[in-house]
Nanobody, 120 residues
Framework: QVQLVESGGGLVQPGGSLRLSCAASGRIFSISDMGWYRQAPGKQRELVAR???????TYADAVKGRFTISRVNAKNTVYLQMNSLKPEDTAVYYC??????????????WGQGTQVTVSP
């Protein structure tokens, strides 16, 4: 059974940095795209960044130049390095993995979410 486990959230002051990690576990043969989404209170979930298996990246305009997404395919792990954090980055951050091929077939998966709070 495939699971996505996130770590690295927390409380940080404006201008600070955090690094999120998300590891996919289970009998996984391959993963297509991996990404990070976030949801602030009262708002819809939105894309933050995503990365293909080949390393191509996409970023939301709000985080370009501040956040960097990366992945290690051999470890089925994706990272999000967040620098110059702003209060408006406060949200629950969710890891997503698309077209995960495993013994169960091909499905999309979500992590449980990790809270990021940016506050003085």
């Amino acid at each position: 059974q495939v699971q996505l486990v996130e770590s690295g959230g927390g409380l940080v002051q404006p201008g600070g940095s955090l690094r999120l990690s998300c590891a996919a576990s289970g009998r996984i043969f391959s993963i297509s795209d991996m990404g990070w989404y976030r949801q602030a209170p009262g708002k819809q979930r939105e894309l933050v960044a995503r990365i293909t298996a080949g390393g191509s990246t996409t970023y939301a305009d709000a985080v370009k130049g501040r956040f960097t997404i990366s992945r290690v395919n051999a470890k089925n792990t994706v990272y999000l390095q967040m620098n110059s954090l702003k209060p408006e980055d406060t949200a629950v951050y969710y890891c997503n993995a698309e077209r995960v091929w495993s013994a169960q077939g091909s499905y999309d998966y979500w992590g449980q979410g990790t809270q990021v709070t940016v506050s003085p």
